[in-house]
T-cell receptor, first 113, second 113 residues
Framework: KQEVTQIPAALSVPEGENLVLNCSFT??????LQWFRQDPGKGLTSLLL?????REQTSGRLNASLDKSSGRSTLYIAASQPGDSATYLC????????????FGPGTRLSVLP | DGGITQSPKYLFRKEGQNVTLSCEQN?????MYWYRQDPGQGLRLIYY???????QKGDIAEGYSVSREKKESFPLTVTSAQKNPTAFYLC????????????FGSGTQLSVL
């Protein structure tokens, strides 16, 4: 059974710092992995999708990497801003029928001005 | 603007009552999903549908029912058989390709009176 964990559960950093969020999964047979952002009381917004054959994806100040063999993904945020404060969730797609994702519990990020 | 609309934003259920959560999308997506989010946990899949008039149970379908009579609509009914319905419910949609991003609505918070 696929399980996804995220460490740390919460993180507080001063503005301008570069930071890394971690995602681990137990079964390396995944189709892809997505990183999402969730603001309090809101839905999720997809940030980056990494296909199983890819090693990383970049969008602006965000860079996500994937190491299937070790069951790990990282989300790197450069030059963090207060507007980056949110919960970040990773999710792995587990089969080829539908977007059946297994989600991690998320990392709650606070960027202090 | 294209998107996913969930209503209502807040919903209260009395014991023994069935309630229905609405989800409408105008993204022309074939696939739609219902997830449940509990504090400190990852999202869990309740039901999903790849095409009209067809849907599949997810990991926690007991006590829930859905219909998919139109491409744009995927309502979720929380029945009285669901003994712990208090949660944040998220509807999502996507195209049906291999590496398609999930798009989410803004969620419905269901509480028990």
């Amino acid at each position: 059974k696929q399980e996804v964990t995220q460490i740390p559960a919460a993180l507080s950093v001063p503005e301008g710092e570069n930071l890394v969020l971690n995602c681990s999964f137990t079964d390396s047979a995944i189709y892809n992995l997505q990183w999402f952002r969730q603001d309090p009381g809101k839905g999720l917004t997809s940030l980056l999708l990494i296909q199983s054959s890819q090693r990383e994806q970049t969008s602006g100040r965000l860079n996500a990497s994937l190491d299937k063999s070790s069951g790990r993904s990282t989300l790197y945020i450069a030059a963090s801003q207060p507007g980056d404060s949110a919960t970040y969730l990773c999710a792995v797609r587990r089969d080829n029928y539908g977007q059946n994702f297994v989600f991690g519990p998320g990392t709650r990020l606070s960027v202090l001005p | 603007d294209g998107g996913i609309t969930q209503s209502p934003k807040y919903l209260f259920r009395k014991e023994g009552q069935n309630v229905t959560l609405s989800c409408e999308q105008n993204l022309n997506h074939d696939a739609m999903y219902w997830y449940r989010q509990d504090p400190g946990q990852g999202l869990r899949l309740i039901y999903y549908s790849q095409i009209v008039n067809d849907f599949q149970k997810g990991d926690i379908a007991e006590g829930y029912s859905v219909s998919r009579e139109k491409k744009e609509s995927f309502p979720l009914t929380v029945t009285s058989a669901q003994k712990n319905p208090t949660a944040f419910y998220l509807c999502a949609s996507s195209l049906t390709g291999t590496d398609e991003k999930l798009f989410f609505g803004s969620g419905t918070q269901l509480s028990v009176l």
